[in-house]
């Protein structure tokens, strides 16, 4: 089992800056591929961002790119994601997750294993 705390959500102007936070316990978080998703209000959950296991390797949702940077420390067992240029649209529940892998060198797209409890990011306009 691998636990999953995210952190780091609030309230932000439209153009603001956050970084989400998540924190992993339970397994060897070096051996997992992580992930950002995020759910809005009526819409079906969606990727943003995946990082491979190394930090090497990393792919984002089009309409994120440029603005959101996924980084992780593995010595700390965290994952980031740190969101700039926030818009209105960006207003969502943002959730990690973990899914095993054994290529250190790919990120995974694809259903994840492990979830948080997800931390709510608003952008007002």
């Known amino acids: 089992q691998v636990q999953l705390v995210e952190s780091g959500g609030g309230l932000v102007q439209a153009g603001g800056s956050l970084r989400l936070s998540c924190a992993a316990s339970g397994r060897t978080f070096s051996n997992y591929a992580m992930g950002w998703f995020r759910q809005a209000p009526g819409k079906e959950r969606e990727f943003v961002a995946a990082i491979s296991r190394s930090g090497g390797s990393t792919y984002y949702e089009d309409s994120v790119k440029g603005r959101f940077i996924i980084s992780r420390d593995n010595a700390n067992s965290a994952v980031y994601l740190q969101m700039n240029s926030l818009k209105p649209d960006d207003t969502a529940v943002y959730y990690c997750?973990?899914?095993?892998?054994?290529?250190?060198?790919?990120?995974?797209?694809?259903?994840?294993?492990?979830w948080g409890q997800g931390t709510q990011v608003t952008v007002s306009s």
């Open positions: 997750a973990a899914r095993r892998v054994y290529n250190s060198d790919s990120y995974y797209i694809g259903e994840y294993t492990y």
